[in-house]
Nanobody, 120 residues
Framework: QVQLVESGGGLVQPGGSLRLSCAAS????????MGWYRQAPGKQRELVAH???????YYADSVKGRFTISRDNAENTVYLQMNSLKPEDTAVYYC??????????????WGQGTQVTVSS
């Protein structure tokens, strides 16, 4: 059993910052990739940022230069530092991870989501 637990969402004014955290726990052999998606009301879930165990990263064009994804491999935790937040960043943010629970068993997991609201 693997769990992803997110924290750090909330209400922030435009131009402000928030830091999201996602900790993976349970029967983890290794973690290949971790990332963040978001879903705004009436819209499809979209990939925001992603990082692999090899250190490669991906950012959606809409967040490049404002968001930074980082990972603490020892703590099985991924972070999303969000700066210069805009009202259009308002969404539920979901943590996602590709986790090996054994040498050859790899599955994809989701967190429960954390609300980020950017409003004055």
């Amino acid at each position: 059993q693997v769990q992803l637990v997110e924290s750090g969402g909330g209400l922030v004014q435009p131009g402000g910052s928030l830091r999201l955290s996602c900790a993976a726990s349970g029967s983890i052999f290794s973690i290949y990739a971790m990332g963040w998606y978001r879903q705004a009301p009436g819209k499809q879930r979209e990939l925001v940022a992603h990082t692999t165990s090899g250190g490669s990263t991906y950012y959606a064009d809409s967040v490049k230069g404002r968001f930074t994804i980082s990972r603490d491999n020892a703590e099985n935790t991924v972070y999303l530092q969000m700066n210069s937040l805009k009202p259009e960043d308002t969404a539920v943010y979901y943590c996602n991870a590709d986790i090996f629970t054994a040498w050859t068993i790899r599955n994809n997991y989701w967190g429960q989501g954390t609300q980020v609201t950017v409003s004055s």
